[in-house]
């Protein structure tokens, strides 16, 4: 095999325990991430007993070459953006550990996680206030926003 | 291949498979939590969290304004790190000092690498008789009299001793120099 990069070498083995070992509710497409390792698609259910329950959501990852010492770029996509007050309508995701708290010792399953655990403490399925602002003026791609993180508990 | 495992697992006990899964643990404690790989060039921080030392500076170097225990957020930085020495590690050497050098900004170690060859006196006076910046130079070396760069030996050692009588010479070559300049 080709040599790898130090960050496709990780995201190697990152996909491979992700594939193996899903957290509940959440897998990846195993095909296409190992097509192109840099572009990842991970599919979540929404938790029984939470707010989301029985809806659908897909997510998409982006990795630099910088990867794990530079945060993944991560979305929600397709037709289903789950309404929540974190989540904007065109897919971005206002969570700290995505830019200012991120860790090369964090994960794309610590991610998930995290998302998963952001969606199951919701109390009210609302957007953003600010979401229509926000959508007509963000740059594409959400590392660039200067976020201002909300309340973790909401 | 798949088909053998699976045949073993399911016919081994429990027990047998518990094994298996422990012998796992065992190689993932010793990974680096930063590329997942067994752990190259160790090092332990303070809180107790493995890393290879190469990843570790690099994402020291990636937020040297906030660096954190990317494990545990802990406060970490290079001098509060433990290189780990296993048996088959017969060089010792501390990894520290064999990463790519650090960003322009940091100084090294003072080292033998005098600018007037031939002298061989310690970093601590050089450069300050450049004839153009002549007069400072006296100037500068006055005051750094009583006052050693932090670079020059430590006080009360054979070199400091050495370097203050070098540095006294100098003074006063500079002055007869400077008494040359004026009378000739
Ligand atoms: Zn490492
Ligand atoms: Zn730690």
Redesign the interface.
């Known amino acids: 095999m080709a040599a790898m990069s130090p960050s496709e070498r990780r995201l190697q083995k990152e996909l491979m325990s992700l594939m193996k070992e899903p957290p509940p509710g959440v897998t990846v497409d195993g095909d296409q991430a190992s097509q192109n390792l840099t572009l990842w698609t991970v599919h979540m259910e929404g938790v029984p007993g939470t707010l989301y329950e029985g809806e659908k959501f897909v997510l998409q990852f982006k990795f630099t070459n910088k990867y794990p010492f530079d945060s993944p770029e991560v979305t929600f996509i397709g037709n289903n953006i789950p309404i929540h007050p974190h989540v904007y309508s065109n897919g971005h995701i206002c969570l700290s550990i995505l830019t200012d708290d991120w860790s090369p010792a964090l994960s794309v399953q610590s991610v998930c996680l995290s998302i998963v655990s952001m969606l199951s403490s919701c109390k009210e399925k609302k957007r953003p206030p600010d979401n229509s602002f926000y959508v007509k003026t963000c740059n594409k791609n959400p590392k660039k926003t200067k976020w201002w993180y909300h309340d973790d508990s909401v | 291949m798949a088909e053998t495992s699976e045949a073993r697992a399911s016919a081994s006990a429990p027990g047998g498979d518990a094994g298996g899964e422990d012998d796992k643990h065992d190689e993932r404690m010793l990974e680096c ?5 067994t752990a190259r060039d160790a090092v332990v921080s303070m809180c107790g ?1 493995l890393f290879c030392w190469p ?1 570790l500076h ?2 020291l170097e ?1 937020r040297p304004s906030r660096q ?1 225990c ?2 545990c ?1 802990a406060a970490i930085s290079r001098d509060k790190v433990i290189p780990l020495y296993g048996r088959g590690n017969t060089k010792q050497e501390d990894p520290r000092n064999k990463v790519p050098p650090r960003p322009a900004g940091q100084r090294t170690e003072p080292e033998n690498t005098s600018g007037f060859p031939g002298f061989g006196f310690g970093e601590g006076f050089h450069m300050s008789f450049g004839i153009g910046a002549f007069p400072f130079g006296v100037f500068t070396s006055t005051f750094n009299f009583g006052d050693p760069r932090p670079s020059a030996a430590p006080r009360g050692t054979a070199q400091y001793d050495e370097e203050q009588f070098l540095s006294k010479i100098f003074l006063w070559v500079a002055i007869l120099f400077v008494l040359w300049l004026i009378f000739a």
């Open positions: 939590n930063i590329c997942l790989d969290h990843c690099q994402w990636t954190v990317p494990v957020k």
